[in-house]
């Protein structure tokens, strides 16, 4: 059985610790509804195991107990994030220019593809299939550039180049 290391325990990466306000937003709703909703009813589950007596074979027991330190975990880790963290908000000066929480649009000519995304903070990937982080090698090569600029992204798999046709920001 393969045990989850908790993050805590993970090398640092390095992560900007910018968010949207929005992102900022869903982490405090996801620890609120931990808080107030899921830890006190898996709480419940825990100490309704525990009154049936042994403890040993008791599936129940055990896989909330388990439950809770996850619960726990991720509890710990967003206090943290949300103390952390810095809001970045839109600025009239980011007008026309990739900056963070920028909606982008590319193309490359050259294998036919164009794409649109949000440049936003780590923590608010999964929130979103269309989302990118900051530190991704697109963001860091999108970063400062403007409509009909392009950009080279450095993978291992070559440079590919990317011309940037929209900009535009939530206000």
């Not at 610790?17 to 929005?22: A, N, P």
């Not at 949300?82 to 909606?103: L, M, R, T």
């Not at 798999?157 to 940037?164: A, R, T």
């Amino acid at each position: 059985m393969r045990r989850k290391i908790p993050e805590s325990t993970l090398p640092k990466l390095n992560r900007s610790q910018m968010i949207t306000s929005e992102g900022l937003q869903k982490l405090r709703e996801e620890h609120d509804h931990l808080w107030r909703v899921e830890r006190p009813d898996v709480t419940a589950k825990v100490t309704w195991a525990a009154s049936l007596g042994d403890r040993s074979e008791n599936a129940d027991y055990h896989y909330n107990k388990k439950r809770l330190r996850e619960i726990d975990s991720r509890l710990r880790y967003l206090r943290k994030c949300i103390d952390d963290f810095k809001v970045i908000n839109y600025h009239p000066n980011q007008e026309g220019i990739v900056k963070f929480g920028a909606w982008v649009e590319i193309k490359n000519e050259e294998k036919g593809l164009q794409k649109r995304f949000r440049l936003v903070g780590y923590e608010e990937l999964k929130s979103n299939k269309d989302y990118i982080s900051m530190d991704s090698p697109m963001a860091k090569a999108l970063l400062d550039k403007t409509v009909g600029d392009e950009a080279i992204v450095k993978t291992k798999m070559g440079d590919f180049v990317w011309e940037i046709l929209k900009i535009e920001y939530d206000k």
